[in-house]
């Protein structure tokens, strides 16, 4: 499938018009509901598929944050074979005690994978308590980018933030299948 192609079914699948209440706190009319392409097997795959090429050559751990980059991070690990880790939004404080549980990730070079990226916030609070813990982080990968505000707060944050997909990447190809309709 191509990456076109893959846009449009992601769009076909997950978007949503509204009101809708972002993480970040702000109000949109128009969302992508994440749970729809991650839930569905041949949507997952594909998206794995091409985030395998964003991959950084020395990455050592891919690791997923709560709760949407779980199921990204876990097809991406089946496809390329890098040890995966799942990133709690908090610490737990029972069992283990661990933010990330799976792989170690101390002094190991690790790439965040979220799904979709508003403001950045939560990338950057997530990254921030993982460096803490000993990770060596510069990268994040994300499905889509919503806001292109997020690169310069990733970037302040040194980050280099690599999105499959633009919000309007993704409208745009379905506008282009539909003007083809037409």
């Not at 018009?17 to 795959?45: A, C, Q, V």
């Not at 982080?137 to 310069?152: E, P, S, Y």
């Amino acid at each position: 499938m191509t990456r076109e192609e893959l846009a449009k079914q992601i769009y076909a699948c997950a978007y949503l018009t509204g009101e809708f209440e972002l993480r970040s706190g702000g109000i949109s009319h128009e969302y992508f509901d994440k749970y729809m392409f991650e839930s569905n097997p041949k949507l997952l795959l594909e998206i794995a598929n091409h985030m395998q090429y964003l991959i950084p050559e020395n990455t050592k751990i891919i690791a997923g944050l709560e709760m949407g980059g779980i199921p990204i991070v876990t097809a991406l690990s089946l496809k390329t074979n890098i040890p995966a880790a799942f990133v709690r939004k908090k610490q737990k404080k029972y069992g283990t005690c661990r933010l990330a549980e799976g792989t170690d990730i101390t002094e190991e070079k690790v790439l965040v994978i979220e799904d979709i990226i508003t403001s950045g916030v939560q990338v950057i609070d997530s990254v921030r308590e993982l460096r803490k813990q000993g990770a060596i982080i510069d990268t994040v990968l994300c499905v889509i980018l919503r806001d292109q505000k997020a690169i310069k707060v990733l970037v302040d944050e040194g980050l280099f933030l690599k999105p499959l997909f633009t919000m309007d990447f993704v409208k745009q190809q379905s506008n282009n299948l539909i003007k083809r309709l037409i």
